[in-house]
C-alpha cells in the first residue's frame, strides 16, 4: 500500500483565492511527522510546514495551514490567499517514528495560479 | 550559504560510464539522505547516513549504486556501468534526528 497518496495531479486556482491540496497517509506507527515540500521549477525542495501525530491542533505557518484528520489520516494542505509565485509542485510527506530514518513521498500535486 | 549543497548540479553521461555525485550537509547535521527522482514522480528514498554509518539502503538501490560519507561529513553517491534508466534527478537531504529534512539543489543526470 502506498504510505502516502495525493490524488490530485493537478490544481488550478485564482490570485488571491484559497486553495486545498489532498494527502492521505497509512502508517500503523503512533508517531509520526506530515511534512509539506513546495518544488518549484527550479527543482529546490522548499519545506513548507509540519504536523507531528501528538500535535493537538492545525501547524500553521503564515499563508499556509494544515488541516490534519487523524482518524481519516489526511493532512491536507491549505494556501490562502494565492500568489502567483505558489505555482509549483507540492509534495506531502510522512517520517515513521519520532526518530524514524525514512521519509515517504506522494507524487505530488501541479498548482497553477491563475492571474 | 550554509544550506546542502551538491555538485555537480548536470551531468551528462554515456551508457556504461561511471559518474559520482558529491553532498556537502549542513554542517551540525548528523544525517544524510540521498533521493532519486523521476519526472513527475516524488522523491523515492535511495539510502541514508547517521554519521559515517550508512544504516539503511532501498532496495532501488541496485548493487551498481554505492554511497559512502567517510568522516561523517560530505557524501558521495556513485553509480557504475550507467544505464538510460539511470536519468533522474539525485537530492540530498540533512537533519538532525528525524526532524524536517533540507534539501539540496539536486544532480540532474542524464545517460545518452
Known amino acids: 500500500a502506498q504510505k502516502i497518496t495525493q490524488t490530485q495531479p493537478g490544481m488550478f486556482v485564482q490570485e488571491k483565492e484559497a486553495v486545498t491540496l489532498d494527502c492521505t497517509y497509512d502508517t500503523s506507527d503512533p508517531s509520526y511527522g506530515l511534512f509539506w515540500y513546495k518544488q518549484p521549477s527550479s527543482g529546490e525542495m522548499i519545506f513548507l510546514i509540519y504536523?507531528?501525530?501528538?500535535?493537538?491542533q492545525n501547524a500553521t505557518e503564515g499563508r499556509y495551514s494544515l488541516n490534519f484528520q487523524k482518524a481519516r489520516k489526511s493532512a491536507n494542505l491549505v494556501i490562502s490567499a494565492s500568489q502567483l509565485g505558489d505555482s509549483a509542485m507540492y509534495f506531502c510527506a510522512m517520517r515513521e517514528g519520532y526518530t524514524g530514518n525514512q521519509f515517504y513521498f506522494g507524487t505530488g500535486t501541479s498548482l497553477t495560479v491563475i492571474p | 550559504d550554509t544550506g546542502v549543497s551538491q555538485n555537480p548540479r548536470h551531468k551528462i553521461t554515456k551508457r556504461g560510464q561511471n559518474v559520482t555525485f558529491r553532498c556537502d550537509p549542513i554542517s551540525e547535521h548528523n544525517r544524510l539522505y540521498w533521493y532519486r527522482q523521476t519526472l513527475g514522480q516524488g522523491p523515492e528514498f535511495l539510502t541514508y547516513f547517521q554519521n559515517e554509518a550508512q544504516l539503511e539502503k532501498s532496495r532501488l538501490l541496485s548493487d551498481r549504486f554505492s554511497a559512502e560519507r567517510p568522516k561523517g561529513s560530505f557524501s558521495t553517491l556513485e553509480i557504475q556501468r550507467t544505464e538510460q534508466g539511470d536519468s533522474a534527478m539525485y537530492l540530498c537531504?540533512?537533519?538532525?534526528?528525524?526532524?524536517?529534512?533540507?534539501f539540496g539543489p539536486g544532480t540532474r543526470l542524464t545517460v545518452t
Open positions: 537531504a540533512s537533519s538532525v534526528q528525524g526532524a524536517r529534512q533540507y
Open positions: 504536523q507531528g501525530s501528538y500535535d493537538q
